[in-house]
Structures are given as C-alpha cells and as structure tokens.
C-alpha cells in the first residue's frame, strides 16, 4: 500500500478525507501541516506496521474518538499543545474567547489574569504567549488536566501557575479579567452521546447547562479589580440568558461575540469601577 492509497483506505473506512490524511502523516512521523509531502510522495509504499497503525487509529477516529486524542497533539492560537482523554479537545471557536480577553487587557502592564476551568491549558498558554507581560493563572478541579496543562506549560516555556481548585472558592486577590470556557451542556442533551470519549464533568453543568456559569457569575464580582472584565464561553442558545444574569449581577457593558460559525459563543460584562 503506497501513500495515496492508504489516504484512500482511510476514507473506504468511513474516515474524512482531512483526518485521513492526518492520520497517515501520523503514522509515518510527518508534520500534520504537511499535507504537501502526501502529493510528493504519493507512491511511497507504508511499512507494514504504519498499515497496522493506520487501521487501528481510524477504527477508533470512526468510533468518535477526537483525532487530537489519537495523535497526542492539536494547535490552539498557533501553539501545538499536547492532550489526552484527560482534558477536554481545545476547540477553534474557543479562540473567539482568547480574541476577546486579548482586546480588554492592558497591553503594557502585568495585570493578573486567570482561567477557570484551565483543562489542557489553551487559554491560559494562548494569553501568556501573546502578552509575556501578564500574571496569568490556570485553575481546574481535576488534577489530572492541571498535570496536562503544566507539562503543557513547560514544554512551551510559558511562566503560567496551575492551581487546584474548585472555581473561585479558595481563590485570592483580583484579577483585570477572568475567563472560563466551564462546562455548558445540559445533562439530558443528546449531544453528550457524541462526546463519550471526553470528560463528562468538563461537559455537563446541571439541567439547563447553566449551573457552573452561574455559580462563576456570583463569585466573579470580589475577584475582580473595578473595571475588570469576567468573560465566558457557552453554549450556542445561551448567551441570551447569560447576558440576563450578568446585569442581573450588576456587570456593565455586557455583550456577546459571535464564534466563527456566527453562533454567539461567548458572553461576558465589565464589573464597574
């Protein structure tokens, strides 16, 4: 089997043709950008083992299993982070949420920024890397995702501290802006049959979804400095109601952004001065 026809096999597999394509760079240690050596080498023949490979991966890929999962790897904000069934796949449309936190913080001071719910460390790697100057803090309740989000951190040589903790329960000080992509779906959504391969307690928040967005939404206000900003991903029909809680809370400015589907994706306000 050459390379041409294994990106072929992928898709008679029941593959996209994309992760096809992916999984076969995968397998014979090519850079997932690359996707230009699979034309140059169409005709090259796989060694036996990367065939095995190939089959077993994209059995698993068929059965729903993130493809981040099965090549250890998926870039956020152009940083490749490594991640594993511990933590949540990082999303594209959570960079809406990054987009956002970038546009309020101050761009020449070292404000203290912290993200709740850190999981593989996307948000709070992405921020460190585009500001060097902020304090930046990653919090989660699983210890296994703040294991994944620290070796995250070394690996790309982000000064960020990880911290164990339950939202902003045992948390100190405030912060220019807090932001959380928490967990969003409501326990009986059908959606979840789909996600069995990611962590449950980063995906379901009560039976409207909104549980954890509205426990952040009441501790957020002793945590930020005046004029801060708490800023917030959610599900596609939520942002009505979170816009609703937050003046309900007292925020000012409140608004949402579109994600790149033009979905409303991320909701969040400005805690007055």
Not at 37 to 61: G, N
Request: charged share 20%; hydrophobic share 45%; proline share 5%.
């Amino acid at each position: 089997m050459n390379v041409a026809q294994a990106v072929q096999r992928g898709v008679a597999l029941g593959l996209e043709r994309l992760d096809a394509q992916l999984l076969v760079l995968y397998v014979l240690g090519q850079a997932a950008h690359d996707r230009a050596w699979l034309l140059a080498h169409d005709t090259d023949a796989l060694p036996p083992q990367a065939v095995s490979m190939l089959e077993t991966l994209a059995a698993r890929r068929v059965a729903g299993e993130p493809l981040a999962y099965l090549t250890g790897h998926k870039e956020f904000y152009g940083l490749d982070l490594v991640v594993d069934a511990r933590v949540l796949d990082p999303r594209p449309d959570t960079e809406t949420l990054v987009e956002w936190a970038l546009e309020v913080l101050p761009h020449e001071t070292s404000a203290r920024v912290i993200d709740l719910g850190t999981g593989s460390g996307a948000i709070a790697l992405a921020l460190k890397a585009a500001r060097p100057h902020l304090t930046v803090i990653a919090l989660d309740y699983s210890t296994d995702a703040l294991a994944v989000a620290q070796a995250n951190a070394q690996r790309l040589q982000l000064d960020v501290q990880c911290i164990q903790g339950s939202w902003l329960d045992s948390v100190e000080g405030r912060f220019a802006a807090i932001v959380s992509n928490p967990p969003y779906i409501r326990a009986d959504d059908r959606h979840l049959e789909a996600l069995t391969h990611e962590p449950l307690q980063a995906l379901a928040s009560g039976h409207d979804g909104l549980d954890d967005i509205r426990r952040i939404i009441a501790q957020a206000p002793e945590h930020l400095e005046p004029g801060g900003w708490l800023l917030l991903e959610h599900g596609y029909d939520q942002a009505a109601d979170i816009r609703s809680m937050l003046q309900t809370a007292g925020f000012s400015q409140v608004q949402s952004r579109m994600d790149l589907a033009g979905i409303e994706r991320c909701s969040g306000g400005r805690w007055p001065a």
